[in-house]
Nanobody
Framework: QVQLVESGGGLVQPGGSLRLSCAASGSIFRIDTMAWYRQAPGNQRELVATITIGGSTNYADSVKGRFTISRDNAKKTVYLQMNSLKPEDTAVYYC????????????????WGQGTQVTVSS
């Protein structure tokens, strides 16, 4: 099985910064695209940013220029550096990874982390 464990959430004032991490573990052959999503109370889960195994990135318009996604393939970890945080960034942040396991390298399966709370408030 695969586990994704997020860390780095918390309470921060508007304009502040946080760095989220998500580490994958298990019998993993390779991780293809990794991503961060978020879900605010009463809202649907939305895509924040994605990064391919080659390092190509995409961002939601609402976070462009403020958030940076990166990954360390050797550590099987994805990061989200969040700067200039706004109250509307308050949400539970989830990491997502398309994982190929040694038991079936031809098939990528999507896994989710448990989520980490980010609260932006003065």
């Amino acid at each position: 099985q695969v586990q994704l464990v997020e860390s780095g959430g918390g309470l921060v004032q508007p304009g502040g910064s946080l760095r989220l991490s998500c580490a994958a573990s298990g019998s993993i052959f390779r991780i293809d695209t990794m991503a961060w999503y978020r879900q605010a109370p009463g809202n649907q889960r939305e895509l924040v940013a994605t990064i391919t195994i080659g390092g190509s990135t995409n961002y939601a318009d609402s976070v462009k220029g403020r958030f940076t996604i990166s990954r360390d393939n050797a550590k099987k970890t994805v990061y989200l550096q969040m700067n200039s945080l706004k109250p509307e960034d308050t949400a539970v942040y989830y990491c997502n990874a398309d994982v190929r396991m040694y038991s079936n390298i031809m098939r990528a399966i999507a896994y989710w982390g448990q989520g980490t709370q980010v609260t932006v408030s003065s």
